[in-house]
């Protein structure tokens, strides 16, 4: 039997593999713990923008957390990321309004970092882990991970095999397809995730002023639609990209920068599939694939004031005068309608209207819808018990499976599976 090299390992260094990772330094200094990240510094929200939100339900995937659970990890979460929480106004009034047509506003304690500034709090981080004597492997990708007789460990490119008392892997989103890979090859249980499908909003703060006063509004609209990750400030629309196609999404910079007088948020419907299911994670990517393919290998985006008249933006009236803000992220200008789905559309565009209601001016002609934003989970694992353990010695958490959708939500579930590392192994530490 060939004997661990390192007590934990955790795949990952996004919020849930350093949530685990803090946890168990603080709790027990003697492990010894190797990070591994396929990336020079963390990817994600913590390195793009980093808006923290310390309210349940935001950033917990529903199903794996109560209420009660996650209060009791997020003082935690805040400890170590030491936000500067923002002051809200007037949320008395959009309250009213929104209530009247059956929205809920939720009022959520939140902190934004700005992506100039993410680097530094990253650094911060890593930097206390390193005192702690937590062991980094950085621009390394795990290509397996495994769990036999002779114990748990991973696979990594040009090094080979290396083992482990115990593995949380966390490699988020962008990792979904590597963890579904790895639950097929492991002989994991799972159970298909649902997933958010929407477009990402662009406008002038002017047109969408409530960003003065909440700096990331969270409505929730009928239809299971709900806005998300709103940026303002100096605000852009950015590309994310994945194998074979690319998705939208947006950021800020911190307020220490001067502002380009945009606000962008998602608008995102989450979609479950049920009876017959195949899967909602190949579903988005063929709709990410067809926008695309529409979009000639790049997103579409529309202007409110042609798709309300029913025809297509075009690179020639893009920038007419009515519109009075160029676009921040130069993608394809087109028809949204040949490519979002009718159902999906109608919801999107049934909230935008009660939106418009709330915070009159977000339906000004200029304001820019882009899609696809679609955010993908990993089928979610059948955990083995409430600390995301997915074998014997194997624990799967974060964005990529399932067990949050933000960033205080991932740290706190590298916490929970911490915890329950250390409580099985407390006679072994
Ligand atoms: C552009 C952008 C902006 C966002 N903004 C916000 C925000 O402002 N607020 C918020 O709450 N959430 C935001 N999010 C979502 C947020 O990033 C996630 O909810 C959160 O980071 C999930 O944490 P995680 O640890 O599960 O995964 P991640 O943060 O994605 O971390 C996973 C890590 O694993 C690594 N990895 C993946 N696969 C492998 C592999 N095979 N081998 C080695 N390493 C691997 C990746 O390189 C990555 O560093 C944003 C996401 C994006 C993409």
């Known amino acids: 039997m060939s004997s661990p090299v390192y007590d934990i390992i955790i795949v990952g260094t996004g919020p849930a593999g350093l949530g685990a990772a803090f946890h168990l330094a603080e709790q027990t200094p003697s492990l010894s713990i190797l990070m591994i990240d396929r990336e020079k510094i963390c990817s994600g929200g913590l390195l793009n923008d980093c808006k923290q939100n310390y309210t349940y339900p935001i950033g917990f995937a529903a199903g794996n957390w109560t209420r009660e659970e996650a209060e009791r990890l997020l003082p935690q979460v805040e400890k170590w990321l030491q936000p500067a929480v923002k002051e809200k106004q007037n949320l008395d009034i959009y309250r009213r309004r929104a209530e009247r047509l059956g929205v809920t506003l939720l009022d959520v ?59 949380i892997v966390a490699p988020g989103r962008k990792g979904f397809s590597f963890l579904q890979q790895v639950m097929e090859r492991m002989g994991i249980t799972y159970i298909d995730n649902v997933v958010d499908v929407g477009i990402r909003v662009e406008t002038s703060v002017g047109n969408y002023p409530i960003v003065n006063d909440y700096y990331d509004p969270k409505f929730l609209f009928p239809d299971a639609v709900r806005t998300f990750c709103t940026n303002s400030g100096h605000a852009r629309v950015v590309l994310e990209r994945y194998q074979g196609f690319s998705l939208v999404n947006g950021h800020a910079l911190s307020e220490e920068q001067t502002g380009n007088n945009l606000a962008n948020f998602a608008l995102l419907k989450t979609i479950g599939l049920k009876n017959p299911v195949r899967s909602g994670q190949q579903m988005a990517v063929f709709l990410a694939r067809l926008a695309n393919e529409i979009g000639g290998g790049k997103p579409l985006m529309q202007r409110v004031g042609d798709f309300r008249m029913g ?54 002609p200029s304001t820019i819808m882009y899609y696809p934003e679609i955010k993908m989970y990993a089928n979610k694992p059948a955990f083995l018990d409430s600390h995301f353990r997915v074998s014997a010695n194997v624990y799967m958490v974060g964005d990529g499976a399932g067990t949050s959708r933000g960033i205080t939500g991932a740290w706190a579930s590298g916490i929970r599976s911490a915890e329950g590392i250390l409580s099985e192994q407390q006679d072994q530490y």
């Open 311 to 364: 025809k297509r933006s075009t690179a020639e009236t893009f920038n007419e005068d009515l519109y009075d803000f160029p676009p921040s992220c130069p993608v394809t200008a087109g028809d949204l309608g040949l490519a979002v789905p009718a159902k999906i559309m109608r919801h999107l565009w049934a909230a935008m209207k009660k939106l418009d209601t709330i915070v009159p001016g977000v339906l000004h």
């Open 109 to 167: 304690r939140q902190a934004h970092v700005g992506t100039d500034r993410s680097r530094v709090l990253i650094q911060r981080l890593l930097d206390e882990l390193r005192r702690r004597g937590v062991q980094f492997m950085l621009q390394k990708e795990v290509t397996d991970v495994f769990d036999d007789t002779e114990g748990p460990g991973v696979v990594i490119a040009d090094t080979g095999k290396v083992r482990a008392r115990k593995v």
